[in-house]
């Protein structure tokens, strides 16, 4: 936590009652629907949930990068060092996305341009906001290509993306996020499209570095093999709304939302012989057409009457182990 | 035991050409280099690796979509690139496949009725009637509605789209069916699904899968035995159990310990394996797993590695095995 104004104690991050929608042909899509979470510095926080569960949208509305004019952050907050990032302009927030925040996407290719050598798009946003130019900006560049491991840096300096592996492509990605040496890093599946053993250098990486920066990082994944490995806390995710809110060693050991508990219990584990999966029925809700209960509740074997009818809050436990069920346990 | 589909010491050299008008191949990316292994009628062979390892060139030539540049892929005592016409297209029929994106392998201008019955249209000599017949069966067999018959691919979510290129595969009754990564864009509530549906479907109809997935888990959970590949090599193959409870290929440990089980204890406890994988165009002399092995000897260096026979159908290609 950080003191702002030597009295109120507060969170690096504090996103509160976040909605975020879109504009379809089908009617208004509730791709956010009300989620709340804290971030502190230092910490990882994994958000979890299958593809439509609004994990993406939940960091592009934190980046300010919900494709408009479609999309819109309907209500909410979203506190960020102090400052409300909702009323932000377009401009204010890119000073903030190249200094203090940063984000890494999934396909490294994506983020990559094609057309400019490797040390010049890691230095770029050095020479923007930092304005660094000659041997020092080839330095720090050198440093952060050797901060992410990339083995003979000054070759790779002057190499082109497509001369790259892709895990060498996403920690070239990585070094970009990290340059201007940001507080919080967002990544969103940035290790799907890598191989087990490229990932799991990739997530030490990501370790060593907030050991050393005390950097904040919010994980988006389908992967709870990768939460397991990474993350302090977890929100498990679901048509928009986190259902599920807790230390990573809790929510393994004691899942309280029956949709997290499927979810567990339908993942092959490689260190265990074969059995039967256990599936989850059903498949996941159309977010134009939400039923009024819980969104589970149709995929849900203790469902009743009241969760048809009453969606359930996010409620707050003593233990923090927060979840949104009428019947958890 | 009866082998179904055989690879004996299959190659597929890529040639790297240069030159514009006169191409010279100035190297080969050696996709598949000397693989060997046999799928059993009504059994699942796994393929795991990471990618670049030829995984996916492998399932092209079990579908006769590429042809081998040495060695031999048998199909049912015959060999597979000698066929007669007739012949040839008996083993499409009976070679079916199931790949990673739905969305892309379903036409979107076509309804489920035409993707399902496409494949006994070409093949078989069948009426309308009879065709529709056979799409229905193999759509409930897959477990979606009657009415999906008339929709289109666009209009069902991620998984059940997969069911209907199942159900393409399972139309003209097939003996094995080609898995690449079909259940590696799911998500995994619905990759659960998908993975039992496939069972059952093995059991019923006696269906032998070539399974190929990155996915450990899967892999364990899935197949009956299984190769696991290095740079265009199975580096260890034989009954799934014993390749994961008794490792013997460094690189099978590496792979299995770097993989991370949803359990957080075991997950903190996965273990990295330095280096980058070496390019299979310029693939070193010796053991190709040798750059990044942490028991490489002198050895490993100057001699490739044989297969071992480690008894119960468990080989591994390693000098310390």
Known sequence: ?329 | MSDLLTFNAVQRYFPVTKGVLRRTAVAHVRAVDGVSFSVEAGKTFALVGESGCGKTTIAKLALRLDTPTGGQIRFRDRDAFALEPEEQREFRANVQAVFQDPTSSLNPRHRVSTIVTEPLVINRNVTKAEARKAAMEALAEVGLPENAIDRFPHEFSGGQRQRIAIARALVLKPSLIVLDEAVSALDVSIQAQVVNLLAGLQRKHDLAYLFIAHNLGIVRQTSDRVGVMYLGRIVEQGPTDAVFSKQAHPYTRALIGASLPPNPVAARAAKIIQGEVPSAIDLPKGCRFASRCPMAAEICGQIDPPEKDLGGGHKAACHFA
């Open chain 1, 1 to 329: 936590m950080v003191l702002i104004q030597g009295k109120r104690l507060a969170h690096l991050l504090e996103v509160r009652d976040l909605k975020t929608q879109f504009d379809t042909r089908w009617g208004v899509l509730k791709a956010v629907d009300g989620v709340s979470f804290d971030l502190d510095a230092g910490e990882t926080l994994g958000i979890v949930g299958e593809s439509g569960s609004g994990k993406s949208i939940t960091a592009m509305s934190i980046v300010g990068l919900v494709p408009s004019p479609a999309g819109r952050i309907e209500s909410g907050s979203i506190t960020f060092d102090g400052e409300d990032l909702v009323k932000k302009s377009q401009d204010e927030l890119r000073e903030i996305r190249g200094t203090k925040l940063a984000m890494v996407l999934q396909d490294p290719m994506a983020s990559l341009n094609p057309m400019f050598r490797i040390g010049d798009q890691v230095g770029e946003g050095l020479m923007v906001h930092r304005g660094m130019r000659g041997a020092a900006l080839r330095d720090k560049v050198l440093g952060l290509l050797r901060a992410m491991r990339i083995p003979s840096p000054e070759a790779r300096m002057s190499a082109w993306p497509h001369q790259l592996s892709g895990g060498m492509r996403q920690r070239v990605v990585g070094a970009i996020g990290i340059s201007c040496e940001p507080k919080l890093l967002i990544a969103d599946e940035p290790t799907s499209a890598l191989d087990a053993t490229i990932q799991l250098q990739y997530l030490t990486l990501l370790q060593e570095l907030q050991e050393r920066t005390g950097l904040a990082i919010i994980f988006i994944t389908h992967d709870f093999g990768v939460v397991a490995r990474l993350c302090h806390r977890a929100a498990v995710m679901y048509a928009g709304r986190i259902v599920e809110l807790a230390k990573v060693d809790d929510i393994f050991a004691r899942p309280r939302h029956p949709y997290t508990q499927g979810l567990l219990a339908s993942i092959p584990d490689p260190t265990r012989p074969a059995g039967r999966l256990s599936a989850i029925p059903g498949q996941p809700p159309e977010l134009h057409r939400l039923p009024p209960g819980c969104p589970f509740a149709p995929r849900c074997a203790k469902a009743d009457a009241r969760c048809i009818a009453e969606r359930p809050p996010l409620e707050a436990s003593a233990e923090r182990h927060d979840v949104a069920c009428w019947h958890p346990d």
